[in-house]
């Protein structure tokens, strides 16, 4: 992968971390693999941790 594509990865990871936790808290197989596969080729820790945050908050909505 190139420089400019990793980093537009990560950007797009950065920006849009609720839909991507949404995304493995309801979506299907599929669809969790692809953002899991997301986060993982993002190379941003800063986003994983947002995601972590968000998908702590979906389970204390959920209980």
Known sequence: MTRAGADSM???TRQNTD????VLAHGDEEARA???ALLANS???EAIDEVQ???DEIRREVQ
């Open 34 to 36: 692809y953002a899991l």
């Open 53 to 55: 945050a968000q998908l």
């Open 43 to 45: 190379g941003s820790v």
């Open 19 to 22: 839909f991507i936790s949404r």
């Open 10 to 12: 990560s950007e797009y």
